[in-house]
């Protein structure tokens, strides 16, 4: 990647991004607290940094905004459609390996 332009960079990244989204609007099985213990991040985290970017830029752009753009829809209604209780074990494993963020 070192060769590439920063505007042909930025554009492959946003790509990449995109294709996350994708999967990850696809992948309803894979609950946020699976994510969060497997890779320290989850959908709510992606939709934060998405806003925090916003911010940065001095954008508009609100959280409930922020997440129905990673989740594909409004997030209390992927909540409704999509979310499960977390097992115990689940919420064992997200107690020891919580991020800080």
């Not at 890779?39 to 508009?60: I, M, Q, T, V, Y």
Request: glycine share 4%.
């Amino acid at each position: 990647m070192k060769d590439i332009d920063d505007t042909t960079r930025t554009e492959l990244e946003a790509a990449a991004f995109r294709r996350l989204l994708a999967h990850l609007r696809e992948r309803t099985d894979v609950q946020n607290i699976d994510l969060m213990n497997l890779a320290g991040f989850c959908r709510n985290c992606l939709s934060n940094w998405l806003k925090d970017a916003a911010d940065e830029r001095g954008l508009a752009l609100s959280k409930e905004d922020s997440r129905t753009h990673v989740y594909g829809m409004p997030y209390e209604e992927w909540k409704q459609r999509y979310q499960r209780e977390a097992s115990l074990a689940q919420l064992a494993d997200f107690e020891k390996s919580k991020p800080g963020h």
